[in-house]
């Protein structure tokens, strides 16, 4: 018969376990990091060779007006050989000036940019590149698909980067870099900049290591013909994340999929908190359906693709269920306080000085491999995990700190070692800051508010806001909420 | 051709536009080289972030 001690000795154990699972996602991360310098060695870029085929470029376009003329004239400005690249830009009914841009830009360059009018619309982004895509598999001109956004700049360079990896038969489709390229950035652009170092320019790297990408940028998707006939010759229109699906069939078809970091285009991203929420929250549930549409993949390694490798596998849960492993963290390190505070204070040290680690590993990489990036946006990398975080991160590297030295410097009371609220701060920050991101897009949305929800931002940081939307996403899933294609509205502030 | 590129690539740059297989081969070799700065960069950071777990350790 067990004793209470012997139940709370389980129940303590359970806790340590909840609080490791939170730590998970951070060495996922690390572990990325730790495969950039192999993938200087490793990389596709050995078996690139000059290739430059017909490509047929696809932008989706609905009341796209305020972008288009700067977007195309820069593709018709590409260092590639102009009788090899065609512009289709699919125009979903739009209601703005964007026919008339249009017909301005195909009377220009009459053979290379072709209007493709939709007279009903707003079936959403897949739907429009599906009425595309058959138009241009219609013949046999083209012998590769670029699919972009109607915003997004293209570089001189950039397109034959991309499709020099073509070369190879094995690849099926190739992505470039994202950039955050906005004139004059607004503290939201400023950590999507950052973000997208995190995101592309080191987790993309840490993929083509491991042969297995999670997701094409959709605005920068190269795909060779053959393999996206293979998949059927059209976009998914069941999710919202339609480029991660195609990523993933490609991938399960045997083709490889590889991230290309010098092939760079410059978009436009949201700068206000509540467009940022709104693109997110449709990314987020676009990657659960995906989830449980692939449900078979995950962790079972197979001769055909990497997608079912233990570290791809490791990689895309981490991101996905994030907010599930704040949350068990949290819950961990309460029960453990409730139990025993002594083994309490030294679970949340480890957790913290796993996490500090991760931190200046990361913050200090990502601010390395892309300069320019970190001349824009080194205080919203340095800010990322939110000031708060940083406050817990001393509070559980330094012990004594913050409870007695900052507040002897500020003139008030030590903060004594049994003070509940404090360390319920501590150990419960991390769904706090979930808690307080969500208050966010009220506060951006009231007079006065955009000010105040900046520097709220800060505190609460950009990974927090971002777990949230997760959370978000899987309670509108879960709610059955529909599904609609808002679009993300660009005003042309992109400057390369 | 932006200011920003024409200063990342330089005369490198004009050359590879040529669009010609050996300038193509020459840009992949560039940036294969360049990838190789990664290798220097992740060290680094493994080196400094290794350096303040130490001087960590020496405070507490």
């Known amino acids: 018969m067990p004793t209470g001690d012997d139940v709370l000795a389980v129940v303590a154990a359970l806790c340590v376990v909840a609080v490791a699972l939170g730590v998970v996602p951070v060495l996922t991360g690390v572990y990325q990091y730790l495969l950039l310098p192999v993938h200087s060695v490793r990389n596709h870029l050995r078996k690139a060779q000059p290739y430059l085929p017909r490509v047929a470029v696809l932008i989706p376009a609905w009341n796209e007006a305020a972008v288009l003329t700067s977007s195309l004239t820069r593709l018709m400005d590409l260092e590639y050989p102009p009788e090899n690249l065609r512009v289709y830009v699919i125009d979903d009914a739009s209601t703005d000036e964007t026919p008339a841009v249009l017909a301005v830009m195909t009377q220009k360059w009459p053979e290379r940019i072709v209007h493709l009018r939709r007279e009903q619309g707003g079936q959403g982004k897949a739907h429009t590149l599906n009425h595309g895509l058959e138009q241009v598999l219609a013949d046999d001109w083209c012998q590769a698909v670029m699919i972009t956004d109607a915003d997004v700049i293209f570089l001189p360079d950039s397109l034959r980067r991309m499709t020099r990896h073509l070369a190879d038969p094995r690849i099926g489709a190739v992505t470039g870099y994202i950039r955050e390229g906005t004139g004059k950035p607004g503290t939201v652009s400023r950590f999507v900049g950052f973000e997208y170092v995190t995101a592309q320019a080191a987790a993309r790297r840490a993929q083509n290591v491991l042969g297995a990408l999670a997701c094409l940028a959709g605005g920068a998707q190269l795909h060779a013909r053959d393999s996206l006939v293979a998949v059927g010759g059209r976009i998914d229109t069941s999710t919202l994340a339609e480029d991660t699906f195609t990523t993933i069939l490609t991938q399960l078809n045997g083709r490889r999929v590889v991230f290309e970091p010098y092939a760079q285009v410059l978009a436009e991203e949201p700068d206000s908190i509540n467009a940022l929420w709104k693109q997110r929250v449709r990314w987020a549930r676009g990657n659960v359906r995906i989830t449980a549409h692939f449900r078979d993949i995950w962790f079972r390694p197979s001769r055909r693709h990497r997608l079912g490798s233990i570290s791809f596998g490791l990689i895309w849960f981490s991101v996905f269920l994030l907010p599930v492993a704040n949350l068990a963290a949290t819950v961990g390190l309460l029960g453990l306080y409730a139990i025993d505070s002594v083994v309490a204070l030294q679970t949340f040290r480890a957790l913290w000085w796993v996490s500090a680690t991760a931190y200046i590993f990361v913050t200090l990489t990502s601010l390395l491999i892309d300069s320019a990036t970190a001349r824009r946006s080194w205080w919203q990398g340095l800010t990322f995990p939110g000031l708060g975080a940083i406050v817990v991160m001393i509070a559980a590297w330094f012990p004594g700190f913050i409870e007695v030295t900052v507040t002897g410097w500020l003139g008030l009371p030590a903060i004594p070692d049994d003070a509940t609220l404090w360390i319920f701060a501590l150990y419960a920050w991390n769904v706090l800051a979930m808690g307080l991101a969500w208050t966010l897009k009220g506060l951006e949305r009231v007079r006065g508010g955009r000010w105040p929800s900046r520097l709220l931002l800060y505190v609460v940081g950009f990974g927090p806001m971002l777990c949230a939307i997760t959370l978000d996403a899987y309670v509108k899933e879960w709610r059955k909420k529909a599904a609609v294609w808002d679009k993300t509205v660009k005003s042309g502030r992109v400057v390369g | ?60």
């Open chain 2, 1 to 60: 051709m932006t200011s920003e590129h024409k200063r990342s690539g330089g005369d490198d740059a004009a050359e590879w536009a040529s669009l010609t297989p050996e300038a193509l081969r020459d840009e992949i070799r560039a940036n294969r080289r360049a990838e190789l700065r990664l290798m220097v960069l992740g060290i680094l950071a493994m080196a400094i972030t290794a350096t303040v777990l130490v001087l960590r350790g020496a405070v507490v």
